[in-house]
Every structure is written in C-alpha cells, then in structure tokens.
C-alpha cells in the first residue's frame, strides 16, 4: 500500500475518532463497538451500546455526520469501523 494511501486512511479515521470522542462523548470502548449499521444517516442519530449493553441513541452532528461520511468514503465501507479502528498501521512503509 503507498505512503500517500496510509496517511490518508490514518489521517480520517484519526479524525473521525477524534471527533466522537471531543463532540460527541464517546468512550473509547463505545467507538471500537461502533458497526456502519449503528449510524442511521437519514435521522442524524448513532446508536451506542454502553455500560452494561445499555442501548443508547445519540443525536449526530453536522461535523460528525460531515467527518464519518469522509471517512467511509476514504475506507472501504464494507468492513466494519472496528476494523479500521482497531487495525494496526504500518510504521515503516517502503
């Protein structure tokens, strides 16, 4: 994989994990448990399992909902976004 294609990818999931946790909220473990199917994009609301697999449905903001839609757009939406969360990047890329 390029240079320029990593640093891409890494640079938009950084933000849209920043941006959950500053604006929205989010722990750390609420954004790993987060799947696409847990973004409802036509009524703006992510749904959040919490402490204790409490089922929570948090209003998604513009800047939010802005980033996320870069982000999927950036990676493949077809994995999970625990996958591009979790997965490691590589340091050294030749």
Known sequence: MPAETISAWSAAVDRAILLLLARMGLRAGDIVGLGLGDIDWQQAWIHVS?????QTRLPMTQEVGDRLRVTCKTVDVRRSLIDYFSAPVPRFVR
Do not use: F, I, V
Request: proline share 0%; net charge positive.
């Open 50 to 54: 919490g402490k204790g697999r409490r």
